[in-house]
């Protein structure tokens, strides 16, 4: 499979409309792509909290008509990242789209764990109760975005549904890059999966951007890694490594804690 990542540069200077169409047209630059994958809310700013509820759009609005239209127009798989979901029987969340190569809609996933620890996030968005994932052609993505990257048993859950390749949307802070990278690898080690991560670049909201947008194969070993600043990562893998790594060092087999408890 070829795979791009869009690691994309926020900042305020760009209007949200501006940007969606920006980013649209980089995503069409991606025909001949299998995959193509954006971060955690692109078109506002993972820390632009106060901005949440003004930019917030219905699963079907702006964001989804743009993507859906170039995903059909590339003919790839696309991630289009996350949005600030307005639910108009509940609270906003923070939703991935994902959309196939003829635009159709075939995953939403809402994020479970929020980050700000009493406020930003943490307070203004609901959390979302499903794992979700998405049977592609090659392998089955399991979906997550940026702060669920520390929280192991979420991809636990997404390999017992069948995931092979964990697909993660980020807004990830420079100052915290050396976890960034330390927890792509390990959760495809524990995992052994594929890690595709796809963080931002430049700053919002007074936050410089990790970047440093990462994938990394069934044995932790690192693919493809982006700089700093506005990039398309692309990469080639074989999906086929996963259930070959699985067999050869068969070490999910062996687990203990968090299946049914053993009888005595």
Same mark, same amino acid.
């Given at each position: ?19 969606? *169409? ?68 509940? /609270? ?13 809609? *075939? ?18 968005? +609901? ?24 929280? /192991? ?5 997404? *390999? ?12 990830? /802070? ?31 909201? +007074? ?7 990462? *994938? ?12 700093? +600043? ?12 996963? +259930? ?21």
């Amino acid at each position: 499979m070829r795979a791009s990542l869009l690691q994309i540069d926020v900042n305020e200077t760009e209007s949200v409309d501006s940007r969606r *169409v920006r980013v649209a047209a980089l995503v069409r630059e991606q025909a001949g792509a299998d995959l193509v994958v954006l971060p955690e809310l692109w078109t506002t700013g993972a820390f632009a909290y106060e901005g949440f509820g003004a930019e917030a759009e219905p699963l079907e609005g702006p964001t989804y008509e743009a993507m859906a239209k170039a995903a059909s127009d590339a003919g790839v798989w696309l991630h289009a990242g996350s949005i600030p979901e307005r639910d108009p029987e509940g /609270p906003l969340y923070n939703t991935s789209l994902v959309f196939s190569p003829s635009g159709e809609l *075939v995953g939403a996933y809402r994020k479970i764990h929020r980050f700000g620890f009493d406020k930003g996030e943490a307070v203004l968005m +609901g959390a979302g109760a499903e794992l979700v994932t998405v049977r592609l052609p090659e392998t089955t993505l399991g979906l997550a975005t940026c702060y669920d990257l520390r929280f /192991p048993e979420l991809f636990r859950g997404l *390999v017992d549904a069948g995931a092979e390749t964990l697909v993660l949307a980020a807004g990830w /802070p420079e100052r915290r890059r050396s976890h960034w990278t330390l927890l792509a690898q390990a959760r495809a080690v524990e995992n052994q999966a594929y890690v595709l991560a796809c963080g931002t670049a430049g700053t919002h909201a +007074g936050v410089p951007q990790a970047g440093h947008s990462i *994938v990394v194969d069934p044995w932790g070993e690192v693919l493809a890694e982006a700089g700093a +600043g506005e990039e398309v990562l692309t990469v080639e893998f074989d999906p086929a490594r996963v +259930g070959v790594t699985r067999e050869q060092f068969p070490a999910l087999k062996d687990r203990v804690l968090g299946l049914e408890t053993p009888r005595r």
